[in-house]
Each structure stands twice: as structure tokens, then as C-alpha cells.
């Protein structure tokens, strides 16, 4: 039986071993400095023999607040490394779990077509080719987030009429709405102006919006997108008639790989959206009851 290699313990880690020598450098730092101001003061006041006399209770007295402070810090240090390791290993597992779908379905096919199973024709290659464009995209989205999060993602900021490019995304998105039997509507206020946005993210930000409440909305319902100017900022909204979001899930629907019980997407699309629009300066809410469809509301700023 293989034997995996044993963690070493948080507190030896070389990033608490850091912040426990910047702990002891501060610390020491301080301790000079408090000497230093008290010889300074007994000398100019001339009292320097009753502050010698007091000096080595205040050196204990230091030294005693700074190993405690030191042993505090490192509590909460290895608190929050080790709270940090679990997320490490829980989006670790997120992403191998959803990475396996689609290359279970290419993997799957593709064995089936060479055994014979399947036909080697154009449907079955078809359903390996969106396989690929699922694996594709949750790379993509992946990637996105991790740009995020690292400080890294950059925008591309243009003059963009928002009313033209959310009815290409709506247009992009009609048939699959008509397949599921879903009216989308869209209105959109007159004084709307240019705005200095990266088009291609703003797009991305509808679809994820538009894309989730169609999975969402069942048949004969609908979704209605809307664009209003409210002060210096265009707000958009996406509301549908689906089965709504339960008050324990509504806090955590941004929260990436989080699925509700009737998600069918990979959990990114959410917080993805959430991300390029902080991106852009701007903040997105949900509003939701069961029963009763959901309503998400954005906004960008309109100028840089």
C-alpha cells in the first residue's frame, strides 16, 4: 500500500515561519524603541537614576506582552492557513469534479465508436465535439477566475452603446429560449449613453445572467432584461418567472461551484459575473423568493 508523505504542521510552514520573524523583528523593534525614548527622557529631565531602577520591570513587562502577543498571532496565523488549506482542497476537488464530466462524455463516445458501439458518424462526433466545447468553456471559466482573484484580469475598455450589445446577447439566446418554450423580453430606457466598458466581458456578464435564469424558468415562462439609468450609473436587470431561490441559498449563490438542488450548470457562472462586474466598478444583488422567479440587478459605471 502506497504511504502518501505526512504534512508538515502549519506552524512550520515557510509562510508562518515569515510571519513569525516579522512578529519577533517588530517586537524587538519596539522593545529598543521604548529603551531608547526612556533613557532619552530620564537624561533631559534628570532623572536617570530612578528610571534606571525602573527599567528592568518595564523590560519584563515588555517581554512578557510580547510573548504573548507572539504566541496570539501565531494562533490566529495557523487558524488562517489552515482555514485557507481546506478551501485549497475543497475547489481542488470542485474543479476535478466538474472537469470529469465532459471529458467522461468525450472519453465515453469516443470508446464507443471505436468498439463499434456507436456509429462513426456525423451525430455521434457531434457529441463529442460539445464535449470539448464544455471542457472549453469551464476552462475558460476557470481561468477567469483565477485572473480575479490574483489582481490579474485586465479590461478592455471601449465606447459601447449597452442597449445594441444586450440585444445581440438576447438575440444570441433566442432559439435556445424558444426550445424551452421561454419568452424573452427586453426593455430598454431612451437617455441611456455611451458607455466605457470591455464589451466582451459586459457580454459575458449578460449571458451567465440570461443563461442561468433559462435553466431556471420553466415552460411558458419568461424572462424580462431591462436597462435604466439611475444617477451616474446604468443598472441592468434579469428577471424571470422560475422557481425562485430558498432564503438559506440566496447569500451564497455567488459563491463559486455553489449549486442550489435543481443547478445544472457548473457553479462558476455566478461568481464570474460577480467578478467582472466589481471589475468594472460596479455591484450586482439577487432578490428571490420561491415560487416566485428571481431578479438580478447590476450596474456599471458610465464613464472610466
Not at 55 to 64: D, K
Not at 119 to 127: F, H, S, T, V
Not at 151 to 168: F, R, S, V, W
Not at 298 to 304: A, C, H, K
Request: charged content about 20%; proline content about 5%.
Amino acid at each position: 500500500m502506497r504511504r502518501w508523505p505526512r504534512r508538515s504542521p502549519p506552524w512550520t510552514r515557510p509562510r508562518a515561519r515569515f510571519v513569525r520573524r516579522m512578529a519577533f523583528m517588530f517586537g524587538t523593534m519596539l522593545l529598543l524603541s521604548v529603551l531608547g525614548a526612556s533613557t532619552l527622557i530620564s537624561m533631559l529631565f534628570g532623572r536617570y537614576e530612578r528610571a534606571g531602577t525602573a527599567l528592568p520591570g518595564a523590560l519584563i513587562v515588555l517581554l512578557v506582552l510580547f510573548f504573548v502577543g507572539s504566541f496570539a498571532m501565531r494562533r490566529v496565523v495557523t487558524s488562517r492557513l489552515e482555514s485557507q488549506d481546506r478551501r485549497r482542497r475543497r475547489l481542488l476537488a470542485d474543479i476535478a469534479h466538474e472537469l470529469r464530466t465532459p471529458l467522461s462524455v468525450i472519453q465515453g463516445r469516443l470508446e464507443g465508436m471505436i468498439d463499434g458501439v456507436y456509429p462513426l458518424d456525423a451525430a455521434q462526433i457531434g457529441q463529442v465535439l460539445a464535449g470539448t466545447r464544455m471542457l472549453t468553456r469551464l476552462v475558460d471559466d476557470l481561468r477567469t477566475l483565477a485572473q480575479s482573484e490574483s489582481g490579474t484580469l485586465t479590461l478592455q475598455k471601449e465606447p459601447t452603446d449597452i442597449a445594441i450589445l444586450t440585444q445581440d446577447v438576447i438575440d444570441s439566446l433566442t432559439a435556445q429560449a424558444s426550445a424551452q418554450c421561454v419568452t424573452l423580453r427586453f426593455d430598454a430606457s431612451h437617455d441611456l449613453p455611451i458607455v466605457s466598458v470591455d464589451p466582451l466581458r459586459v457580454r459575458e456578464i449578460l449571458v451567465n445572467l440570461i443563461v442561468n435564469a433559462l435553466n431556471h424558468t420553466p415552460a411558458d415562462g419568461a424572462i424580462s432584461i431591462a436597462l435604466r439609468m439611475a444617477g451616474d450609473r446604468v443598472v441592468a436587470t434579469v428577471a424571470d418567472t422560475g422557481t425562485g431561490i430558498a432564503a438559506e441559498d440566496l447569500p451564497r449563490i455567488f459563491d463559486r461551484f455553489y449549486k442550489g438542488p435543481s443547478s445544472k450548470g457548473s457553479g462558476l457562472g455566478l461568481a464570474i459575473a460577480r467578478d467582472l462586474v466589481a471589475a468594472h466598478g460596479g455591484e450586482i444583488r439577487a432578490e428571490s423568493r420561491p415560487g416566485h422567479g428571481t431578479t438580478m440587478t447590476f450596474s456599471l459605471r458610465t464613464g472610466d
